[in-house]
C-alpha cells in the first residue's frame, strides 16, 4: 500500500479530483453569497475542514464493514458498523458517545489544500491553474510527510500577466503562440519547462488516462497573484429557490445565493495515522492506515460536501503512489 512510516506514524497523500461541482460549505455569511464555500482565513484559498474528511472516510469504511457483520446480531448493518467494528472504532473512535472518552481514533486528517483550479480559456476550453505557492506548500507538505526528497518538484518563478506551460499547449494564441487568455485576462508565456510538473502532477492526483494526458498539455502556473484572482472570483454562483406549491411561485424570502467550486477542481490531503489507542487492541499505524486506504480505494468515488441529492461533490480518490527513489 503507498504509505509511508515516519517519526512513528504511517503517512499518505490523498488526491481529490472533482468531477461535478462541489460545494463544501461555511453555513451562512453576511455577504451577497448566503453560503459561500469554504476558505482559508490568511489566503482566501478553498479548503475543505480535516473535521469534514475524516467522517467521509469513516462514512466510506462504514459503508464497507457492514458486510462483515455477523447475521446473529441485531443491530442494523450500518450501526453495528459503527459502533462494534473493530478496524473502523480502532481508525476513527468510538461510535457511542458514552464511549467516546475510551479512546481516540488513531487517524488523523488535514485540512485539504487547493492544488489546481480550472479556468475558462480561450482556446483549450480550460485550464488547470496553479502557483509557485501552492506548489511550494506541496513541496513543504510531501517533505514534511516523509514522502518525497526536498526540491523534488519543479517550481517555475512567474511574474504577474505571465503564464508557464507545456510548449505545445492549447491554451496558448497568437502568431507567435506566446499568448493565452483565461477568463478576460491576457497572459503572457514564459520560457519554463512545465513537463516534469506536469508529469508528476498528472501522474500522482488524478485517477484515469484521459485525464492524466489532458492535464499534461492544459496544466498552467500562474503567479501566486493571479491564482489568488481567479479563485477567489471564478467560482459558480447559483441562484436557488424554493417553491409555494399551491401557486407555483417563488416563497417569499426563499431565493438565496449558494457558491461552488466547478468540476475538475483538484485538492490534496495528509492522511495520518499512529498505532492503535484502543484498550486490548495492537494494530500498527500501517495497518490501519492501510485498513482505509483499501477501503478508499474500492469506493472510487466520494462524495463530499453538500447537496449529495442534485449530484454534488462527487469526487474520485487516489493514493499517492508510493515513493520514487532517485
Not at 245 to 268: D, N, R, S, W
Amino acid at each position: 500500500m503507498p504509505s509511508l512510516s515516519h517519526n512513528g506514524r504511517s503517512t499518505a497523500v490523498l488526491f481529490l479530483h472533482a468531477q461535478t461541482t462541489l460545494h463544501p460549505g461555511t453555513g451562512t455569511a453576511l455577504g451577497v453569497v448566503d453560503l459561500p464555500v469554504q476558505r482559508e482565513r490568511h489566503t482566501q484559498w478553498p479548503t475543505i475542514a480535516g473535521s469534514a474528511l475524516k467522517g467521509i472516510l469513516r462514512d466510506v469504511c462504514r459503508e464497507k464493514a457492514k458486510a462483515d457483520r455477523p447475521p446473529e446480531v441485531s443491530l442494523s448493518p450500518r450501526r453495528w458498523a459503527n459502533e462494534q467494528h473493530h478496524k473502523l472504532v480502532t481508525a476513527f473512535g468510538p461510535g457511542l458517545p458514552k464511549e467516546s472518552s475510551e479512546h481516540a481514533g488513531a487517524v488523523a486528517v488535514t485540512d485539504a489544500r487547493i492544488l489546481a483550479f480550472p479556468v475558462r480559456s480561450l482556446r483549450g476550453v480550460f485550464a488547470w491553474a496553479t502557483c509557485p505557492a501552492v506548489l511550494e506548500r506541496l513541496q513543504r507538505d510531501l517533505t514534511m510527510a516523509g514522502l518525497i526528497d526536498p526540491g523534488k518538484l519543479p517550481v517555475p518563478t512567474v511574474a504577474d500577466n505571465q503564464i508557464a506551460c507545456a510548449a505545445d499547449s492549447p491554451l496558448l494564441v497568437g502568431p507567435r503562440r506566446d499568448q493565452a487568455v483565461l477568463e478576460e485576462f491576457e497572459f503572457t508565456k514564459i520560457q519554463a519547462d512545465c513537463g516534469p510538473l506536469a508529469d508528476w502532477i498528472a501522474g500522482h492526483a488524478v485517477a484515469d488516462e484521459g485525464t492524466r494526458q489532458r492535464l499534461r498539455s492544459h496544466l498552467a502556473v500562474l503567479s501566486d497573484n493571479d491564482f489568488s484572482y481567479f479563485v477567489r472570483h471564478a467560482t459558480e454562483v447559483a441562484a436557488r429557490i424554493a417553491l409555494d406549491y399551491e401557486h407555483k411561485t417563488v416563497k417569499e424570502g426563499a431565493l438565496f445565493y449558494q457558491e461552488f467550486l466547478p468540476a475538475e477542481t483538484i485538492f490534496y490531503t495528509l492522511v495520518l495515522a499512529s498505532a492503535s489507542r484502543k484498550p486490548n487492541a495492537n494494530d500498527s499505524a500501517a495497518e490501519i492506515l492501510q485498513y482505509v486506504q483499501r477501503c478508499v480505494e474500492e469506493t472510487g468515488v466520494m462524495q463530499i460536501g453538500g447537496d449529495e441529492t442534485t449530484g454534488k461533490g462527487f469526487c474520485t480518490a487516489r493514493w499517492l503512489p508510493q515513493r520514487q527513489e532517485g
